[in-house]
Structures are given as structure tokens and as C-alpha cells.
């Protein structure tokens, strides 16, 4: 009996802490909300980790932080934030929000092939929005572009290795042509230099005659 007692009481205060920490994590949230309306985005990021803190596997807690985190440029760590929110959220109209915003930063970013994935992820989890679907034809267009760019660029590229090559060719043969009559006019002046080095012994030695 007394055993049992002490069991409906864990349970109980189990119960009591897991009530106060949705109770945090909910008025964490809803700070951080005002806070970021009111753009003051350092101090919502500040409890929106706190809502964190009280649920780690808060995916609203993570989506707002992500977005608080893009609004201080720090591009990076929110898009850490979507990608631990995607691997745990199981609702689909939250996905396709997550993946829709991952597609942005990449978008923002110049990856638009990865912001092609994002969109489609997000579209297979809320094929009617409307707004990730011109996303998605818009990264779509940027990466066809990029990808012929790069491909004039390489194009560029190798006609410049091309005529590199070539004008290496011209140079060997024209330093080819120098170095032999380099060789030719030393060996000349090598001659003259031992002609004009007995000319000058003679002379000495007449001078000393």
C-alpha cells in the first residue's frame, strides 16, 4: 500500500513538472513572437532558446529561432535550426514551412540546387502553396542560368588554356632560335675574348720589354 502510494505520487509530480515545463516553453514562445513582431530579434532569439531549453524537441521553438537567427544575417545556424526541426516534425503543413524557408536561405545563398530540393519538399507536403511554387520556378530559372554560365566560363576557359598552349609553343621555338644564336654569339665572343686575352699578355708583355 505504502509503495503504491509513493508511485501515484512520482507520477503525480512528474506530471506537475511536465505541465510547468510546457507552461515555460509556451510563454517563451509567445514573448519571443512579440519580440520578433517588434523586430527586436536578439531578445526573441534569447527566449525562444529558452523555450528550448524547456523542450528540446520543440519544433515551433526551433522554426522561430531559425527565422530570428536569418533576421540577424546568422544564415548558417538558422538553417541548422530547420534542419533539426525537419527531422523531428511530423506535421505537414510545419514541413512544408521549414522546407520552405530552407529553401530561401539556399535561394539567398546562390545554391539553387538545393533550394530546387527544399521547394519541392516543401511543395510534396503542401502542393497549394502557391508561394513556394513561384519560388521553386524561380530557383528553377536561376540554376538553368548558373549552369550556363558556368558553362561559358569553362568554355572561356579552355580557348584560354588553348591559346595558351599555342603562344607556349611560339615562345619555345622563338627562345629555341635566341638560344642558338645566344650560343653562337657567345662562342664568338668566347673566341674573341681569348684572342683579346693573348692580344692583352702580349702588350703586357711588350710593356714590359
Given at each position: 500500500m505504502l509503495k503504491s502510494k509513493y508511485i501515484l505520487f512520482a507520477v503525480f509530480l512528474l506530471a506537475t513538472v511536465g505541465v510547468s515545463a510546457q507552461k515555460a516553453e509556451r510563454d517563451y514562445i509567445r514573448k519571443g513572437n512579440r519580440l520578433f513582431n517588434d523586430s527586436v530579434f536578439v531578445d526573441a532569439e534569447v527566449n525562444y532558446r529558452k523555450a528550448l531549453e524547456a523542450n528540446p524537441k520543440s519544433t515551433v521553438s526551433m522554426y522561430n529561432l531559425g527565422n530570428t537567427l536569418s533576421q540577424q544575417q546568422k544564415f548558417q545556424d538558422a538553417m541548422e535550426q530547420y534542419v533539426s526541426a525537419s527531422k523531428i516534425e511530423k506535421d505537414k503543413m510545419k514541413l512544408a514551412h521549414i522546407y520552405h524557408n530552407m529553401g530561401v536561405l539556399f535561394q539567398a545563398g546562390k545554391d539553387y540546387a538545393k533550394a530546387v530540393d527544399a521547394y519541392k519538399m516543401s511543395l510534396r507536403n503542401n502542393p497549394a502553396d502557391h508561394e513556394t511554387r513561384y519560388n521553386l520556378a524561380l530557383a528553377q530559372k536561376m540554376l538553368k542560368d548558373q549552369q550556363n554560365q558556368q558553362n561559358q566560363d569553362q568554355n572561356q576557359d579552355?580557348?584560354?588554356?588553348?591559346?595558351?598552349?599555342?603562344?607556349?609553343?611560339?615562345?619555345?621555338?622563338?627562345?629555341?632560335?635566341?638560344?642558338?644564336?645566344?650560343?653562337?654569339?657567345i662562342s664568338s665572343n668566347h673566341r674573341s675574348q681569348k684572342k683579346n686575352k693573348i692580344t692583352r699578355c702580349q702588350r703586357r708583355m711588350l710593356n714590359n720589354c
Open positions: 579552355q580557348n584560354k588554356d588553348q591559346k595558351s598552349k599555342i603562344k607556349n609553343k611560339i615562345r619555345i621555338k622563338t627562345s629555341r632560335k635566341i638560344r642558338n644564336k645566344m650560343k653562337r654569339k
